[in-house]
T-cell receptor, first 113, second 109 residues
């Protein structure tokens, strides 16, 4: 596709459940980022991949959050034992390489009830 | 600690009334300063990247400038369709973006 694609666009889950959010970056982009945005706030960094490896995961809030990018393209953000405080928009972004323009997807809106 | 601060938090303008949005940053090893526009329920849309102090970029009614401590987004003769949240982000030495909280702009006809 032409842009960063994220699925699902909306997800409602019960507290304690497991959730996966998928990101399909722009074709050919080697760098991929996950951010989290709460209402009225700017996006907050979670993790950054360069190729298949996590170059920086310093933003992951705790060990319930994990992300993979096994083939250097599609990435999945995984959240275990979801809590109500995890409710937010999860944004994925990609760039052709580190340091270049970063393009964002439309986000996955997660609601934990 | 690396930090990006935007002001004002909200701005209301009449159509045609020019103004500026401010972004102050304290980021070690700055690799670039990014501006994005975000509409409700949408992801951030890229506007500009500035890499060095003194650099300026323009796009339609928007112009972004950069100094060693801050960046400005100047809006000339805005229209109602310019209403959105404008986000500023600094790219740090490890290539991640540090965002401000944004400025919510409302342009009234």
């Amino acid at each position: 596709g032409a842009g960063v694609s994220q699925t699902p666009s909306n997800k409602v889950t019960e507290k304690g459940k497991y959730v996966e959010l998928r990101c399909d970056p722009i074709s050919g982009h080697t760098a991929l980022y996950w951010y989290r945005q709460s209402l009225g706030q700017g996006p907050e960094f979670l993790i950054y991949f360069q190729g298949t490896g996590a170059a920086d995961d310093s933003g992951l809030p705790n060990d319930r959050f994990f992300a993979v990018r096994p083939e250097g393209s599609v990435s999945t953000l995984k959240i275990q034992r979801t809590e109500r405080g995890d409710s937010a928009v999860y944004l994925c972004a990609s760039s052709v390489d580190s340091g270049n323009t970063i393009y964002f997807g439309e986000g996955s809106w997660l609601t934990v009830v | 600690e690396d930090q990006v601060t935007q002001s004002p938090e909200a701005l209301r303008l009449q159509e045609g009334e020019s103004s500026s949005l401010n972004c102050s940053y304290t980021v070690s090893g700055l690799r670039g300063l990014f501006w994005y526009r975000q509409d409700p329920g949408k992801g951030p849309e890229f506007l500009f990247t500035l890499y060095s102090a003194g650099e300026e970029k323009e796009k339609e009614r928007l112009k972004a400038t950069l100094t060693k401590k801050e960046s400005f987004l100047h809006i000339t003769a805005p229209k109602p369709e310019d209403s959105a949240t404008y986000l500023c982000a600094a790219m740090d030495s490890s290539y991640k973006l540090i965002f401000g909280s944004g400025t919510r702009l409302l342009v009234r006809p």
